[in-house]
C-alpha cells in the first residue's frame, strides 16, 4: 500500500482565494511526522509545515496550515490568499516513528491563476 | 534550519561519462541523504550518507553505479557514474536538522545526451 497518498495531479485557484490540497497517508506507527514540501520550478524543496502525530492543535506557519485528521489518516494542506508566487509542486511526505527515512507523495501541481 | 550547498547547480554530460556532485552544510549534521527526481515524477532516496563509513544504499540503487562519500560531518559528494540518458534527474541532498525535519539543497539539474 501507498505511505503517501496525493489524488489531485492538478489544482488551480483564483489569486487571494483559499486552497486546499490533499494528503491521505498509511501507518500503524503511533509516532509519525507529516511534512509539506513546495518546489517551484527551479528544483529546489522548500519545507513548508510540520505536524507530529502526537500534536493536539493543527501547524500554522503564516499562510499554510495542515488540516490534520488523525482518524481518517488525512493531513491536508491549506494555503489562505493564494498568491502567484504560490505556483508549484506541492509534495505531502510523512517519516515513521525513529526511522530516518521519508515516505513522499507524488505531488499535487498548483496552478495560481491572475 | 541548516544552509545547504550543491554544486554544480546543473550539468549537461556525455554518456559514459561520470559526474560528481558536491554538498555543503553550514552546520554539523548527523543524517544527510541522497535523492533522485526523474522527469515528473516526485523524489526517490537513493541512500543515506553515513560519515567515516558506507553509505546505506536503497533498493534498486548499487554502490558501483552511485558512489558516495561523506569524509565529515558538513560535505558530502554523489557520484553518478556510467551516465545514460536514464540518469537525467534533479539530484538533491538533504539533511536532518532540529531533529526532526529534512530540509534540502537546491538541487543539481543533470541532462545526459
Known amino acids: 500500500a501507498q505511505k503517501i497518498t496525493q489524488t489531485q495531479p492538478g489544482m488551480f485557484v483564483q489569486e487571494k482565494e483559499a486552497v486546499t490540497l490533499d494528503c491521505t497517508y498509511d501507518?500503524?506507527?503511533?509516532?509519525?511526522?507529516l511534512f509539506w514540501y513546495k518546489q517551484p520550478s527551479s528544483g529546489e524543496m522548500i519545507f513548508l509545515i510540520y505536524q507530529g502525530s502526537y500534536d493536539q492543535q493543527n501547524a500554522t506557519e503564516g499562510r499554510y496550515s495542515l488540516n490534520f485528521q488523525k482518524a481518517r489518516k488525512s493531513a491536508n494542506l491549506v494555503i489562505s490568499a493564494s498568491q502567484l508566487g504560490d505556483s508549484a509542486m506541492y509534495f505531502c511526505?510523512?517519516?515513521?516513528?525513529?526511522?530516518?527515512?521519508?515516505?513522499f507523495g507524488s505531488g499535487t501541481k498548483l496552478n495560481v491563476k491572475p | 534550519s541548516a544552509v545547504i550547498s550543491q554544486k554544480p547547480s546543473r550539468d549537461i554530460c556525455q554518456r559514459g561519462t561520470s559526474l560528481t556532485i558536491q554538498c555543503q552544510v553550514d552546520s554539523q549534521v548527523t543524517m544527510m541523504f541522497w535523492y533522485r527526481q526523474q522527469p515528473g515524477q516526485s523524489l526517490t532516496l537513493i541512500a543515506t550518507a553515513n560519515q567515516g563509513s558506507e553509505a546505506t544504499y536503497e533498493s534498486g540503487f548499487v554502490i558501483d553505479k552511485f558512489p558516495i562519500s561523506r569524509p565529515n560531518l558538513t560535505f558530502s559528494t554523489l557520484t553518478v557514474s556510467n551516465m545514460s540518458p536514464e540518469d537525467s534527474s534533479i539530484y538533491l541532498c538533504?539533511?536532518?536538522?532540529?531533529?526532526?525535519?529534512?530540509?534540502f539543497g537546491p538541487g543539481t539539474r543533470l541532462l545526459v545526451l
Open positions: 501507518t500503524s506507527d503511533p509516532s509519525y511526522g
Open positions: 511526505a510523512m517519516r515513521e516513528g525513529r526511522i530516518n527515512k521519508f515516505y
Open positions: 538533504s539533511v536532518l536538522s532540529r531533529g526532526e525535519t529534512q530540509y
